[in-house]
């Protein structure tokens, strides 16, 4: 061997260090605070604190869209606000799934005023042309709830050239609220937006890097935390936006239940927690009471968990002064919005 000298540099950066660290304390935080209050278990004894009376309202006359509501926390929603006799639009990506949906929800409510219209969520263009065809009907929206999500393991770029967790969970939950707007107007006082997040959120704090572009390898789960950490976050930022319009922004998370999408996204977590995940409509339970609360009760921007409002970070995750980027990622999401083609 030559009289090589072998240098090993070793950098170890304190930011790095730092990051690695505040990533594994989230991580662990979030287990501990979720096994303890996301589980079917923390449902069962937050639900000791609930109010019947809070759910038996009736909401005959109030027009209610739910997102993704083919499948597991979508349908139980709009099951539950057809039951309270709600008109409820069920925006779904597929017609076949969309019919079955409908169908089922007739017939177990006996409302016929259930209606199916079909978008796909991940594409600005087909959002705009739902908006504009919803639009046309010139009816008030009482309820928008945000729920439609997705989370996609691999990078995977939609014909819009969008990622596609972002495109679903970010962009397209930013569109639909911000096209129905005046639709939502019509209903002020009492119109209110209701966004499905997820606990996930306390593990990521909010970044400009809307995409996960700049990091190389990417991760679905991380990338998915990111969404729903903008969508607490942008919620924050409607009501503060909209406060003269009479319509009220919440953000929620519906612990961790069992549904065709974490069965398909998260098979060793459904495993995992088999027996201990929440239902759907344990899951949904906090929407409907969203939806049906009176507003004085609610703090619009607020983020909601099993009927109470729930903090936005966890103890030492450093991730409250993230939010102030919310402003610049608004204006990125608005000019992709007017950007993209009809
Ligand atoms: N389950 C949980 O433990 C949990 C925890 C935290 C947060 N969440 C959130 O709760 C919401 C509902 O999730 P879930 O667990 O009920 O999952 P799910 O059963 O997979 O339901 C998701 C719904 O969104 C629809 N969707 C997905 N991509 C769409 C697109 N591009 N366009 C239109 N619709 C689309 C799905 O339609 P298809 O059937 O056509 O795919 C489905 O109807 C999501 O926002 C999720 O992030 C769930």
Known sequence: MKNATLHIEIHISIRALTMFFLKTWRASAFGVYGYLNFTRNGFLEHSKKFQPEDMQMRIEGKNCIVTGANSGIGFATAEGLASRGATVYLVCRNKERGEAALSKIQSSTGNQNVH???????????????????????????????????????????????????????????????????????????????????????????????????????DGLEQYARNKRVQVALTEKWADMYKNKGIGFYSMHPGWAETPGVAKSLPGFNKRFSGNLRTSEEGADTVIWLALQPKEKLVSGGFYFDRAEAPKHLKLAVTSQSHVIIDSITDTLRSMLVSSPE
């Open 116 to 218: 199916l219209e079909i978008c796909n969520l991940s594409s600005i263009s087909e959002i705009k042309s739902f908006a504009s065809r919803f639009s046309s009907k010139d009816v008030p929206v009482h309820v928008l709830v945000n729920n439609a999500g997705v989370l996609e393991q691999k990078r995977v770029t939609t014909s819009e050239g969008f990622e596609l967790n972002f495109a679903v969970n970010v962009l397209g939950n930013f569109a639909t609220t911000e096209l129905m707007l005046p639709l939502l107007e019509k209903a002020a006082p009492d119109a209110r937006v209701i966004t499905i997040s997820s606990g996930g959120m306390y593990t990521a704090p909010l970044t400009n890097d809307l995409q996960m572009s700049s990091d190389g390898n990417f």
